[in-house]
């Protein structure tokens, strides 16, 4: 535990804890399986990458496996730690002021009670969970060739090609967001965000966590949730 973490509830308002350490897995585990699925990806696929690495067997059966693992740390969060599941209940909810954010210039002036997550962030968790459904379904029919006639794998191997290429524009998109603050970054990494930063990005969850009945839940869930201890 860092030195922020433990002096958070004594300084309410000052520190917020954004993401519990389960959530903070969860992120982690499915980047990490994201970023081995492209790597072997774009060495399958592209001639010179395959000479320079070799072993194309073993690339591709890396790339399977970890494409059949890429739901498991939705799905263990998902039972494991109710901070999760209370995060994509929040981002399954499109408001009228995600569409006024999306609309707007001045979106990151705190103009707009922005909750948790904004549009952008909804819209990217839509897109992840969905593509991850529709590769995992390509990639069985692709990988059990005995399953469904070759007109049905030609199908899937297209989306599956081309749905990765839109995969990793998204991927690149989201680290160069991420580049741009650090302070979202940290708060991935350490779970804590500072005050001001989520009263100007997320001003609507920011004045919910900095109520004291909402900071004394919030340590008591803590308290009784091992999985999303921060």
Do not use: C
Request: a positive charge.
């Amino acid at each position: 535990m860092t030195n922020a973490s433990r002096t958070a509830p004594q300084r309410p308002g000052s520190i917020l804890r954004r993401f519990t350490t389960g959530e903070r897995w969860v992120h982690r585990s499915l980047a990490t399986l994201m970023a081995i699925l492209l790597i072997t990806a774009a060495i399958l696929y592209f001639g010179p990458l395959s000479v320079i690495v070799g072993r194309r067997h073993l690339v591709e059966q890396i790339h399977v496996f970890s494409g059949f693992l890429l739901p498991a740390p939705i799905v263990l969060g998902w039972i494991w730690s109710a901070a999760l599941r209370l995060d994509i209940a929040e981002m399954n909810r499109f408001t009228a002021h995600d569409w006024e954010w999306l609309r707007s210039r001045d979106r990151r002036s705190g103009r707009i009670p922005v909750g948790k997550f904004n549009a952008g962030q909804k819209l990217n968790g839509a897109f992840v969970i969905g593509a991850i459904l529709v590769m995992l379904g390509t990639g069985i029919v692709m990988y059990y060739t005995h399953l469904l006639p070759l007109a049905w794998r030609t199908g899937a191997t297209f989306v599956h090609d081309w749905l990765a290429f839109g995969i990793g524009i998204v991927v690149a998109g989201h680290l160069w967001f991420a580049a741009k603050d650090p302070l979202a970054r940290a708060g991935m990494r350490t779970g804590l965000v500072p005050a001001e930063w989520a009263k100007r990005e997320h001003s609507a969850w920011a004045s919910a966590e900095t109520k004291p009945a909402k900071l004394a839940g919030a340590i008591s869930r803590s308290e009784r949730a091992p999985g999303d201890n921060p």
